[in-house]
Every structure is written in C-alpha cells, then in structure tokens.
C-alpha cells in the first residue's frame, strides 16, 4: 500500500533534549511537508522540501531542523530552542503530476513535554 | 501571507440532514487551488474535495459539493445526508501553484452528527 508513515506516534522529550520525528513516504513524490497543530488553531507550515537535498523554511521554522538525504524521508528535528515544542505534528507530502499538486497527510505525532 | 477564515468554530447537524460549513479568503492571485480537508478523531488528515480556481463549476464529491464564488472569495461546503461519521473537524485550505505550494490552512469548523 502506497502512502505515508509517522513515528513514533507519541514522543516525550524532557528539558534541552532534541528529539527527531520521522516521516517516509512511497508515494514517489518529490515534495514534503512539516507542520504543526496547535488546538484551535489550523495547520501552521514548519518546513518544506521541493526536491533532494533542498529545502525552505515555512511561517514557524525557529527551532526545528530538517533533512532531505533521500526522496522517501523527511526527518524533522525539535531542538531545545523550540520553547514550547508540544504540539501535533503533521507530515505531508504531494506531487505535480498527481492529482493538481494535493497533499497527503501522515497520521501525525503527538510530541509531549515531561 | 494568503489568510483563510472559517467563521464557524463549532456546528453539528441531524443524521441525514444538510449542512453547510462556510469558507473565505484572501488573495490577490487569480490562479489557485482550493481544498477541503477532514479531520476524524484519529487526527488523520483526510482530503474530501477540491476545487481549481480557473473552473466555474462547482466540484462535487458524492455526498460533498462546494459552492464556489470566485469574486466574492467563498468557498462553502455543503455535506449532503450527513452520517455519524462524517463528525471531524473541518479545515478549508488555499494554495497558490509555485513557491513551494505553500497550503494555508483556516482554523477549523468542527462538526458533530447527532443521531
């Protein structure tokens, strides 16, 4: 089955820890996405990656780091400059060819602070 | 920045009946892209419709049809026969192709289906 996976699906990180939040997808496409879900709040853009090794910055990226080494992963870091890292974080991914550029959502990891 | 403004934070709507989830925007472009996005409470981001800006007929989707009104930057959703599980949160999205198709997302309508 073609399509996206998160993990962990619950993550804990304590005080001036980094903490990695996976996303693969196999889906063969070329763009991905982070975002974060804060309640009562929409989807808020953390980081973008049109391609292999590039990538930009969205409306929040203080305090997060990302890779794109290979097509199929997207890796966001939360580094302990985030200051209020607990949030809902939401991985995506979409293509040009498929479907007028739609995303397609991962299931999300809930990211706690202990 | 685009800004997308759903006004309802909160609906709900008898089974079987017909409610509509309203939507607006601001932009100056004239090519895009709109979506509407449902969210269970899996938290599973789920793509129910969407719609080009450069096409005047509204899209529909079995149950799910928009009401598209490009000068009045609206962009309603109309959930037919409403079922239990269509109670999600409901997000409207605008994208604009290029610069990364960036998506804007709104706050979110959530709806609730009564039996």
């Known amino acids: 089955d073609g399509g996206i996976t998160q993990s962990p699906k619950y993550l804990f990180r304590k005080e001036g820890q980094n903490v990695t939040l996976s996303c693969e997808q196999n889906l063969n496409h070329d763009a991905m996405y982070w975002y974060r879900q804060d309640p009562g709040q929409g989807l808020r853009l953390i980081y973008y990656?049109?391609?292999?090794?590039?990538?930009q910055k969205g409306d929040i990226a203080e305090g997060y780091s990302v890779s794109r080494e290979k097509k199929e992963s997207f890796p966001l870091t939360v580094t302990s400059a985030q200051k209020n890292p607990t949030a809902f974080y939401l991985c995506?991914?979409?293509?040009?060819?498929?479907?007028?550029?739609?995303?397609?959502f991962g299931p999300g990891t809930r990211l706690l602070v202990l | 920045a685009q800004t997308v403004t759903q006004s309802q934070p909160e609906m709900s709507v008898q089974e079987a009946e017909t409610v509509t989830l309203s939507c607006t925007y601001d932009?100056?472009?004239?090519?895009?892209?709109l979506f509407w996005y449902k969210q269970p409470p899996s938290r599973q981001m789920i793509l129910v419709i969407r719609q080009e800006a450069y096409k005047q007929q509204n899209a529909t989707e079995n149950r799910f049809s928009v009401n598209f009104q490009k000068a009045a930057k609206s962009f309603s959703l109309k959930i037919s026969d409403s079922q239990l599980g269509d109670t999600a949160m409901y997000f409207c999205a605008f994208m604009k192709p290029g610069t990364g198709n960036q998506f804007y997302f709104g706050t979110g309508t959530s709806l609730t289906v009564i039996p």
């Open positions: 995506a991914s979409s293509s040009p060819l498929d479907f007028k550029e739609t995303q397609y």
């Open positions: 990656s049109q391609i292999v090794n590039d990538f």
């Open positions: 932009t100056s472009e004239n090519n895009y892209y």
